[in-house]
């Protein structure tokens, strides 16, 4: 492994021996913001500028709570390093860059799925690359390598993925004596009625429609999903939670869920998620499926069965990780 961790199996990175402080800390989509604070646990608060929105502000105060937060400006004029996500939904990690250029400073970008990676660093026919590439997978790794040869490439420990799969299993050994009780009380009263398989299903925002069809991918995915539930072989019972993308707005599955309920799949149950975690979500479940997002890779490192439903009209999954069902590849042929 490429990595510059003297502390890795802690999580915490040695600040001082990787980044030239004061360091701005920059993000706004949920993905990298956990990365990067996976990396930063255990740093001092003194050398951290952090100019966080949107879903990674959320992240950024769940682990270090309500500290004052700079704008994007003021951070980078007061740093001499420049931490930044590559989310899609802003463009302030990307005007982030372009202020490390225009400053001299130094740049690092975190590379935090296997999809659009030249997208990531274009805004309205403007590229700005960073100095330096932070990723924390292997396949990750190649692929930004051949994309991005002159441009350092570094793999760091997957501080967030370990921290995540830790707590699901500390979940798990919680929710254990609850299940156990709740399913002795449900035998009892339905006889030797089998309890549901528990699908936790992962959502995420697709940001395009499949081929011919005009609702946005993550609704075709769902609906193909469902259709295609036999062929998982979960039981004549499934009890499915839906788990919106912390960037997806409040409501969106909303009238979905509607339609479904209507006329209810026999033995489906189908209700949001309510967990205060995804670790907490993850526990509770045995199988866990959506499109290609990073809580799939979670789910899979937790020792969950993991199913990809992207249809097959679209674009095959991005996901590198040969364990990974495509529910595609059940059918024979198009069921269409």
């Known amino acids: 492994?490429?990595?510059?961790?003297?502390?890795?199996?802690?999580?915490?990175?040695?600040?001082?021996?990787?980044?030239?402080?004061?360091?701005?800390?920059?993000?706004?989509?949920?993905?990298?913001?956990?990365?990067?604070?996976?990396?930063?646990?255990?740093?001092?608060?003194?050398?951290?500028?952090?100019?966080?929105?949107?879903?990674?502000?959320?992240?950024?105060?769940?682990?270090?709570?309500?500290?004052?937060?700079?704008?994007?400006?003021?951070?980078?004029?007061?740093?001499?390093?420049?931490?930044?996500?590559?989310?899609?939904?802003?463009?302030l990690e990307h005007a982030a860059r372009r202020l490390a250029r225009q400053q001299g400073k130094h740049s690092i970008?975190?590379?935090?799925?296997?999809?659009?990676?030249?997208?990531?660093?274009?805004?309205?026919?403007?590229?700005?690359?960073?100095?330096?590439?932070?990723?924390?997978?292997?396949?990750?790794?190649?692929?930004?390598?051949?994309?991005?040869?002159?441009?350092?490439?570094?793999?760091?420990?997957?501080?967030?993925?370990?921290?995540?799969?830790?707590?699901?299993?500390?979940?798990?050994?919680?929710?254990?004596a609850a299940l156990a009780s709740a399913a002795a009380t449900a035998a009892q009263q339905a006889g030797t009625a089998p309890q549901p398989a528990r699908v936790l299903y992962v959502l995420e925002p697709i940001r395009q429609a499949w081929g011919e069809l005009s609702e946005p991918g993550e609704f075709a995915a769902l609906d193909f999903f469902i259709a295609g539930l036999d062929r998982l072989q979960l039981g004549p019972q499934v009890d499915i939670r839906l788990r919106p993308h912390p960037s997806d707005p409040p409501g969106k599955y909303d009238a979905w869920l509607a339609r479904q309920n209507a006329i209810p799949p026999e033995g489906v149950t189908l209700a949001l998620d309510s967990a205060a975690t995804l670790a907490q979500a993850l526990a509770w479940s045995q199988a866990v499926a959506g499109c290609q997002t990073y809580a799939m890779v979670v789910a899979l490192a937790a020792g969950r069965r993991v199913v990809s439903s992207v249809p097959p009209w679209a674009p095959r999954c991005v996901l590198p990780h040969p364990d990974i069902i495509q529910l595609s590849d059940l059918y024979p042929t198009d069921p269409s």
């Open 1 to 91: 492994m490429d990595t510059d961790f003297a502390t890795a199996a802690a999580g915490a990175m040695p600040l001082a021996a990787l980044l030239a402080t004061p360091c701005a800390v920059v993000a706004h989509d949920a993905g990298a913001a956990n990365h990067i604070l996976a990396w930063l646990r255990g740093s001092d608060a003194a050398a951290l500028l952090p100019s966080m929105a949107g879903p990674a502000l959320q992240a950024w105060r769940r682990e270090r709570g309500d500290t004052p937060q700079l704008g994007l400006e003021q951070a980078v004029a007061g740093a001499q390093t420049v931490l930044t996500g590559t989310g899609w939904a802003s463009d």
């Open 109 to 176: 970008a975190v590379l935090d799925h296997w999809t659009n990676y030249r997208e990531r660093f274009e805004r309205g026919g403007e590229q700005v690359l960073p100095d330096e590439l932070w990723v924390s997978d292997r396949h990750a790794l190649a692929l930004a390598r051949r994309l991005f040869p002159a441009i350092p490439v570094r793999q760091q420990p997957n501080a967030y993925l370990d921290g995540l799969v830790a707590e699901v299993h500390a979940c798990e050994r919680a929710a254990t």
